[in-house]
């Protein structure tokens, strides 16, 4: 990860993920949201936070949600249905549900479905943010599935060679089991990064590289420099000679296949009609409709190993699969504690007292 982007230990509290996970329950309960839909929310945050993916946390979304069901844009008790229902797919209304209560409960809709049909597919409309798209994908990992997530948020993005944002951050994730290796997770943005890591850097006061976000008549930033109090988000690949055009293409297949296609419109038509802004896209593929489980998972643990015996370019020490810092983040987050900065963890104590919410951190 970027330096931009990781919190200093000097300036890191580390908490106990399970009193953490205790807390960011008890405030989801005190804003309305039933006893068990607050359990899984807080373990998609809590996920987020041990895997090291700091962006999709308790230090930036947490908040964000709360004063979304405080100012009633997201619903503690939405009305979600299932509007097409057939053996493979299935399409949601949502009904501005908070997405990391949603999504998982469509994976295991679309993992049934997978262990009937060999493969499901379940959308989602009208639905709040999904937190780290990983966590839904990981979920199949037990069926011996493939798992695949997908979201298409607001307009946050430029497309390439525009000075408009179109399309949002529409993240990818991939979850594919191994036998002995960690399982390889891809969860990427299709912009150049997410832009919550924008709201981590300004909170570290980091200096951003070149060629990260654009001003606000859409032209690349190409001097490194702190994070502007006005930016725009640009597609992978920053600029069109270095591949843009492919991270906003891809974008444009996530709001297609999220939004589109279950007839929530899109996004950047949206986002004035649907206070919810967000759709969803979640699959599970099973193994066993494609080939021998077994023989998967060595071969998966062949690949992976082949990948990471690949001898390291000058200056760096190894070469990484997608997954593996995120694993490793497990195990040492899990001993040590979740790396807080100071300022959020004034933010628990506070939120918590005003909420009346017993804090241990």
């Not at 053996?87 to 209560?101: F, K, Q, V, Y």
């Not at 949603?102 to 959308?123: H, L, N, Q, R, S």
Request: with cysteine; hydrophobic share 45%.
């Amino acid at each position: 990860m970027l330096e931009s982007f990781v919190l200093r230990e000097e300036d890191a509290v580390r908490v106990n993920h399970e009193e953490l996970r205790e807390v960011t329950t008890a405030l989801f309960q005190k804003v309305g949201v039933p006893s068990d839909d607050a359990a899984l929310a807080a373990d998609v945050l809590l996920m987020a936070d041990i895997r090291g993916v700091d962006s999709h946390g308790v230090s930036n979304m947490l908040r964000n949600y709360l004063t979304g069901y405080q100012t009633g844009r997201i619903k503690p008790l939405p009305e979600w249905r299932v509007v097409r229902d057939r053996p493979s797919t299935a399409n949601i209304d949502a009904d501005e549900g908070l997405g990391i209560i949603i999504a998982p409960k469509a994976m295991e809709m679309a993992i049934e479905k997978a262990k009937k049909t060999g493969m499901g597919v379940v959308t989602m409309g009208r639905c709040g943010h999904v937190g780290m798209a990983a966590y839904h994908a990981m979920m199949a990992l037990p069926h011996d599935m493939v798992g695949v997530c997908m979201s298409a948020a607001p307009p946050q993005v430029l497309p390439t060679f525009g000075a408009e944002p179109r399309l949002g951050t529409n993240p990818i994730a991939v979850a594919v089991p191994a036998l002995d290796e960690a399982p390889f997770v891809l969860d990427i943005a299709t912009s150049v990064v997410a832009v919550n890591k924008f709201r981590i850097a300004k909170r570290l006061g980091a200096i951003l590289p070149p060629g990260m976000v654009a001003d606000m008549e859409g032209t690349p930033i190409m001097e490194a420099g702190p994070v502007p109090d006005e930016f725009l988000s640009l597609p992978a690949g920053s600029l069109r000679e270095l591949g843009s055009h492919k991270g906003y293409g891809l974008a444009c297949v996530v709001e297609i296949l999220s939004t589109v296609i279950g007839g929530f419109g899109f996004a950047a038509r949206n986002t004035r009609e649907s206070p919810g802004g967000f759709a969803h896209y979640v699959a599970a593929y099973d193994i066993d409709a494609f080939s021998d489980v077994g023989e998967f998972k060595q071969t998966m643990d062949d690949f992976l190993r082949t990948l990471k015996s690949t001898k390291p370019a000058p200056g760096h020490d190894r070469v990484l699969v997608p997954g593996q810092l995120e694993a490793e983040n497990t195990v040492e987050r899990t001993t040590t504690g979740i790396p807080l900065h100071k300022e959020v963890v004034e933010w628990f104590r506070s939120t918590c007292a005003e909420l009346d919410v017993p804090c241990s951190l």
